[in-house]
């Protein structure tokens, strides 16, 4: 008994890191301006900039108006003010995952835990 019990404790461990690593990455890629821009657009997906000073601003709409780049930041979502973003002031910009990518990302962990767990339930009924 004491065996189906550490097979146990294993597979429920295994299942609590692969959880918590599906879980951490909700901004994806390494975006251009215009790329961001477009996905912004077409998608409704969220911005994350880096700068150059490792700050990270979220925005929730971005724009070029006037041949200047500007964005919404998420905290102000509720007001019309756009701020403007300096290009040269960007070391990273990355796009909010999109649902579709989040749910092949759920299948395929969902598929890797039945081998998991599947795996060790055979053995310990072979045993």
């Given at each position: ?74 905290q102000n979502a509720g007001r019309s003010g756009f701020e403007p973003i300096s290009p040269e002031a960007i070391s990273k910009i990355e796009v909010e995952r999109s649902t579709q990518t ?26």
């Amino acid at each position: 008994m004491t065996s189906s019990k550490s097979y146990f404790r294993i597979i429920i461990k295994t299942l609590l890191v692969v959880f918590f690593l599906g879980g951490c990455a909700t901004y994806q890629g390494s975006y251009t301006l215009p790329e961001a821009l477009q996905a912004n657009r077409d998608k409704n997906r969220k911005v994350m900039i880096t700068t150059v000073d490792n700050d990270k601003i979220e925005y929730q709409k971005i724009d070029m108006r006037d041949g200047e780049w500007v964005g919404q930041k998420v905290q102000n979502a509720g007001r019309s003010g756009f701020e403007p973003i300096s290009p040269e002031a960007i070391s990273k910009i990355e796009v909010e995952r999109s649902t579709q990518t989040a749910a092949n990302e759920g299948g395929s962990v969902l598929a890797i835990l039945g081998v998991i767990v599947l795996i060790p339930l055979l053995i310990a009924a072979a045993i």
